[in-house]
Every structure is written in structure tokens, then in C-alpha cells.
């Protein structure tokens, strides 16, 4: 096909066929489902080739913030574009990258003063490992090398953000690939099987491991107060509160991974902020440009930034760097997000959305085949079990929570599930109307497709 030529819709779902290989995808199966091709957009909605409008339920994978072609990021990057798209962070500096770092600084938690940029999710948290990893041998105590990390975790997919991350369907197959990490269990309080609190027994295991273990951990990393690709898993209240606090005692860094959390998905701008907790690092990728381009930063303290000073003879360096490192045209798109969350103060905005949304999942709550509804924020998940009662799954094959997606696909919602939790993370800039459409197709397709 020649480049001049317009490609009809099965022309193009050929060539997909035959070059794309899609993420987390079986591709045996992937035409089965007659894809859509994403065209255009337009605020909450993504609208296909055949001019068919969807609304975007999960931010185009957790990233859209403030809708799609937001007058003011869209302006920005257009300003930006005018001028360079990209120039380097390795022996230069460039203004979008400057300024993104200091407003970063002032809106993230106290402490947090350095910014390192990357690309990804994953590389921001494979920083702060490599960074954690390093400050430990330069302030002269080596044998703290040893991660600690959820049992559910996900940090992303490069090999290092696997080895942290500890979810078995994604992770077991790499295991020899992969450096160990010391587990705590996660608080799965609707699947929890033993007597008492599961938070607090959690927590007491993680005390155990602490108190057995201090002296060679480096680091413990966790994505606060909710638990994304696990299945939208919710922490009991102060459970993060008190991790930091044993972190604190026991001279171990808190790594907080706020890459799905941050950018108000759970109400707040970052998730740490509704525990008063002040981590060593903070790791933010997806909704950082407002969803539009691919950036991450990974902040950290003056303290830990000063372990790494010295001459260069001395090699205390970070010897670590991605070349689109700080690229001007994604922090321009981050500014103008942060623009966007002052201008139209969002924060405030969302609240009586988040409620419209906790009230409307009623309903969804009470179905035969809904086991749990789990909300923080903006981000829900809606667990589907064969059986209410004895709270059995469906087969992973039967591809349940993907079959839910499908039928509301039909009613004009785009949604992804995690396996058989249906997810909504809806953009910000949802309407209330918006959260009771989503709501109502959600609970006529499980019905659809679960039936009683
Ligand atoms: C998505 C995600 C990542 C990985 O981000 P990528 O940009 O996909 O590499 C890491 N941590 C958490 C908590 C995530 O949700």
C-alpha cells in the first residue's frame, strides 16, 4: 500500500492482523473481537473510524486526567512544538524540564525536592530501586540491598519492576530472571480466610519481617492506598501510615509508587497525602502529561540526592539515563496539566462526582454476581464471582470481566477489566450524568452477561 493512499477499515485491521503484536493481549484471539480503531476524540469520549462515540471509562489505561484535546494542553504542546520538540537532559537543560521539576517539587509531598525524569511507569519505579540500591552503599552499608515489597505488587514490566512486583499470573514465568524480594501480605480483606483483622495481621507479618530483617533492607516499595492491576485492592485505613512509621524505625526508604494513584484518581492529588506520609520516593508516569505523552519522574529527598554527590573521580554518580530523558514536548503537556488541575480546580471538582459515584454503585453492589465493589476515589473495582455465597471465581478462560467489557462496549462505554474485576477509572473530568450513564450500562451489562 502506498503512503499516499487513505487505508480503508479492513485494509487497516489486516495490516494490524499482520504487524501489530498488542500488549497483555493473546493474539490468537484478538480479531475475534472485531476491534475498534480509535480515530479521534473529543473530552470524555474516543470516537472510532466509523464515527461511533465512546465514553473513555478507564482514561485510555489510567492516563487521560482532564479529557481528550483539553484546549490547554493541547495549546501547549502546540507552543512547545514552535520552538524545539526535543533536546537532551545529558549536558543540557531546557525550560519545560526546569519549571516542571520545581512545580513538581512544591505540589508533591514535604521533602520531596529532586525530580528525575524517565519515560515510563516502570522506569520510575526501576530508578528508584537502582537509586535506593546505590545510596545505601554510598552512606557505607552495603548489605542493604534487599527489597521489600506487597504480595500482589505490580510496578510495571521491565525486568527490575518485575522482580518487585509479585503478581503470579504476569510474573511467576520470569522467576528466575528476577532478583528476590521480601513480601508482605496484601490486604485482601473480601478474600482474607484466617481469624481476626486482616490488616492488622498483615501488618504484624510485616513487623515480623522487620524486626528479623532490618539491617539488610534498603528499601520497601508499595503503591499506597490502592493496589491497580491486583485488582483495584483497597488498604485498610493507616495501613500505609504505619508501614512508613516501621520504614522510620527500622532505617529502611519508602518507595511509593503513585503511578496509577497520583493526579487525584484517588481524590487527592497524590495518595500519600490522605496518610500524612512523606516518602523517600515518589513515582509518578501515567496521568502526569494529563494522559497525553509518555513521561515519568521519580522524586526524591535532599538527602538521598546528597549520598550521590562527590568529584567525578569519586564515581558516586548515578550512572543512569534514558535518552528521550525530559523530553520539552511531554513536560510542556505536564505544566499545562498543572495548569488545568489550578485553573479549574479540579480537586474540589471531583468530590461530589467521587459521591454520585459511591451512590449510583449501589445498586451494582447488590447483584447475584458482583462478590465486591471497591472504590477510592475515581478508581473502582467491581469484583464478579460465579457465587456470592461461597465467593467462587469464574474460570480465568471464560474471560468473564472481559465478556462485561464487550457488552458495554454495545451501550457505548469503553472499558479494560482485570481479569474478572471490572475497572472504571474514569477521567476527572467526568460529569455527574456521565458517572450515572457509566453506572447504569455497568449494571445492565453484568446483568447481560451473568445473568442470575
Ligand atoms: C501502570 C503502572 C506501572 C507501569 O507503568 P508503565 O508506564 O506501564 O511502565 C507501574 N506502577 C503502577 C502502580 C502502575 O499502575
Not at 143 to 170: C, N, P, W
Not at 237 to 249: V, Y
Not at 339 to 350: A, N, S, Y
Request: aromatic share 8%.
Amino acid at each position: 500500500m502506498g503512503a499516499h493512499m487513505t487505508p480503508t477499515h479492513d485494509q487497516l485491521l489486516a495490516l494490524d492482523r499482520r504487524h501489530l503484536w498488542h500488549p497483555f493481549t493473546q493474539m490468537q484471539v484478538w480479531p475475534d473481537d472485531d476491534p475498534l480503531i480509535i480515530a479521534a476524540a473529543e473530552g470524555n469520549y474516543l470516537v472510532d473510524d466509523r464515527g461511533q462515540r465512546y465514553l473513555d471509562g478507564v482514561s485510555s489505561l489510567w492516563v487521560n486526567v482532564h479529557g481528550h484535546r483539553h484546549p490547554v494542553i493541547d495549546n501547549a504542546i502546540r507552543a512547545q512544538l514552535g520552538r524545539v520538540a526535543h533536546s537532551t537532559l545529558l549536558g543540557l537543560t531546557s525550560e519545560p524540564a526546569i519549571t516542571l521539576a520545581a512545580r513538581l517539587a512544591h505540589v508533591a509531598p514535604p521533602g520531596l525536592s529532586r525530580v528525575f525524569y524517565s519515560d515510563s511507569g516502570s522506569t520510575a519505579v526501576e530508578i528508584a530501586v537502582k537509586m535506593a540500591y546505590q545510596y545505601w552503599r554510598q552512606r557505607g552499608r552495603p548489605e542493604k540491598q534487599r527489597f521489600v515489597a506487597l504480595a500482589e505488587a505490580y510496578h510495571g514490566d521491565t525486568v527490575g519492576s518485575v522482580s518487585i512486583g509479585g503478581m503470579e499470573l504476569f510474573h511467576e514465568r520470569f522467576r528466575d530472571l528476577l532478583f528476590p524480594v521480601e513480601r508482605i501480605p496484601t490486604p485482601y480483606a473480601y478474600r482474607w480466610q484466617g481469624d481476626g483483622d486482616c490488616g492488622a495481621w498483615c501488618l504484624a507479618q510485616a513487623e515480623k519481617l522487620f524486626a528479623q530483617k532490618n539491617h539488610t533492607l534498603a528499601a520497601l516499595v508499595i503503591e499506597p492506598l490502592v493496589q491497580g492491576a491486583a485488582g483495584m485492592l483497597m488498604q485498610p485505613p493507616g495501613f500505609l501510615a504505619r508501614l512508613a512509621a516501621l520504614c522510620n524505625k527500622h532505617d529502611v526508604l519508602l518507595i511509593c509508587d503513585e503511578v496509577a494513584t497520583g493526579f487525584g484518581r484517588t481524590g487527592t492529588l497524590f495518595a500519600v497525602e490522605q496518610e500524612n506520609v512523606r516518602p523517600d520516593f515518589l513515582c509518578l508516569a501515567k496521568g502526569i502529561t494529563g494522559g497525553y505523552l509518555p513521561l515519568a519522574a521519580t522524586l526524591t529527598t535532599d538527602a538521598v540526592y546528597e549520598a550521590f554527590l562527590g568529584t567525578v573521580a569519586d564515581k558516586r554518580t548515578f550512572f543512569h539515563g534514558h535518552t528521550y530523558t525530559g523530553n520539552p514536548l511531554a513536560c510542556a503537556a505536564a505544566n499545562a496539566n498543572l495548569d488545568v488541575f489550578e485553573q479549574e480546580r479540579t480537586l474540589e471538582r471531583i468530590q461530589p462526582i467521587i459521591a454520585t459515584l459511591a451512590r449510583q454503585l449501589r445498586s451494582v453492589e447488590a447483584m447475584p454476581h458482583v462478590g465486591e465493589v471497591r472504590q477510592r476515589g475515581l478508581m473502582v473495582g467491581i469484583e464478579l464471582v460465579r457465587d456470592r455465597k461461597t465467593k467462587a471465581e469464574y474460570a480465568y478462560g471464560d474471560r468473564l470481566g472481559h465478556r462485561v467489557c464487550l457488552a458495554l462496549r454495545k451501550r457505548g462505554i469503553l472499558l479494560r477489566p482485570l481479569g474478572n474485576v471490572i475497572v472504571l477509572m474514569p477521567p476527572l473530568s467526568l460529569t455527574s450524568d456521565e458517572a450515572k450513564t457509566l453506572c447504569t450500562a455497568v449494571f445492565e451489562a453484568i446483568d447481560e452477561v451473568c445473568g442470575k
